[in-house]
């Protein structure tokens, strides 16, 4: 099993940052990619930006320039730096890890933290 830790959200007015952390414990061998999703009241649940081990990055479009997704290997932990908040980011924000078995991917997920960005 892999354990997912999130902190950082909060309330915070347009134009502003926030910073979410999210630290993987158990089983966290071939962890890969991680990542952040996220959900609004009524939408589904959508990407908002991954990282592979390697560091490769993979953002939705509505997020690009804004937010900075990045990887502390030897902390087993992912951030997410977020810029020039808008109010359609509000939402809650799920870190999501992929670890692959046997050639079987297994999606782990973190409780969620919300995010509300005031207009």
């Known amino acids: 099993q892999v354990q997912l830790v999130e902190s950082g959200g909060g309330l915070v007015q347009a134009g502003g940052s926030l910073r979410l952390s999210c630290a993987a414990s158990g089983r966290i061998f071939s962890i890969n990619p991680m990542g952040w999703y996220r959900q609004a009241p009524g939408k589904q649940r959508e990407l908002v930006a991954s990282?592979?081990?390697?560091?490769?990055?993979n953002y939705a479009d509505s997020v690009k320039g804004r937010f900075t997704i990045s990887r502390d290997n030897t902390k087993n932990t992912v951030y997410l730096q977020m810029n020039s908040l808008k109010p359609e980011d509000t939402a809650v924000y799920y870190c999501?890890?992929?670890?692959?078995?046997?050639?079987?991917?297994?999606?782990?997920w973190g409780q969620g933290t919300q995010v509300t960005v005031s207009s």
């Open positions: 990282i592979t081990s390697g560091g490769s990055t």
């Open positions: 999501h890890a992929e670890r692959t078995v046997v050639g079987v991917p297994y999606d782990y």
